[in-house]
Nanobody, 125 residues
């Protein structure tokens, strides 16, 4: 059974930075991604990375500010968030899809098998 443990959320001023981490235990050949859900809104895609780390994707609103990366030795994915804005405030969820092709990433919620518990990111303006 895959288990995900997220960390790194918190309160930060606009323009600041945070790094989210998600450790995935029991995962094999997992593509990984980050989604977020703001109050009253649907959960949306933020960033994704293939199992090998060779391919990444971002929603337009975070391009140039957020970077997704992974350390396969630790089975951990990271989301470095810079130049944060008030509109980035949301609960951020880590997601994994097991047994993925090495260079494929996924951007749809339905494509992921497992989800983390979520971590709150609050950006004050």
């Amino acid at each position: 059974q895959v288990q995900l443990v997220e960390s790194g959320g918190g309160l930060v001023q606009a323009g600041g930075s945070l790094r989210l981490s998600c450790a995935a235990s029991g995962c094999r050949s997992c593509a990984m991604g980050w989604f977020r859900q703001a109050p009253g809104k649907e959960r949306e895609f933020v960033a994704a990375i293939s199992w090998s780390g060779s391919s990444t994707s971002y929603v337009d609103s975070v391009k140039g500010r957020f970077t997704i990366s992974r350390d396969n030795a630790k089975n951990t994915v990271y989301l470095q968030m810079n130049s944060l804005k008030a509109e980035d405030t949301a609960v951020y969820y880590c997601a994994v899809r097991a047994w993925s092709s090495s260079s494929v990433y996924y951007t749809r919620r339905s494509e992921y098998n497992y989800w983390g518990q979520g971590t709150q990111v609050t950006v004050s303006s």
